[in-house]
Nanobody, 114 residues
Framework: QVQLVESGGGSVQAGGSLRLSCAASTSIFRISAMGWYRQAPGKQRDLVADITKSGRTNYADSVKGRFTISRDNAKNTVYLQMNNLKPEDTAVYYC????????WGQGTQVTVSS
């Protein structure tokens, strides 16, 4: 069982920045990959970025060059630094951990106004 607690969402104007955090209840070395997904109203949940245990990263085309995913192994935490935010980034952001099963956080709202 892996519990994930997200934080760092909020409201910001276009061009601003936010950093999301996802703290895992177990060592992230036990997790094969962690990622951030987002879901806007009426749309499906899509991958934003993920990072493997070895540190390999993957990004959605829409966020490349603006978002950065990273991990702090000592804190069992994964971060998503979001810069140059756009109104189309508005969504609920979810953290996911792959550890034999997919575990999800509760979600954190990000709202970007124009």
């Amino acid at each position: 069982q892996v519990q994930l607690v997200e934080s760092g969402g909020g409201s910001v104007q276009a061009g601003g920045s936010l950093r999301l955090s996802c703290a895992a209840s177990t060592s992230i070395f036990r997790i094969s990959a962690m990622g951030w997904y987002r879901q806007a109203p009426g749309k499906q949940r899509d991958l934003v970025a993920d990072i493997t245990k070895s540190g390999r990263t993957n990004y959605a085309d829409s966020v490349k060059g603006r978002f950065t995913i990273s991990r702090d192994n000592a804190k069992n935490t994964v971060y998503l630094q979001m810069n140059n935010l756009k109104p189309e980034d508005t969504a609920v952001y979810y953290c996911k951990a792959e550890a034999g099963y997919n575990y999800w956080g509760q979600g954190t709202q990000v709202t970007v106004s124009s």
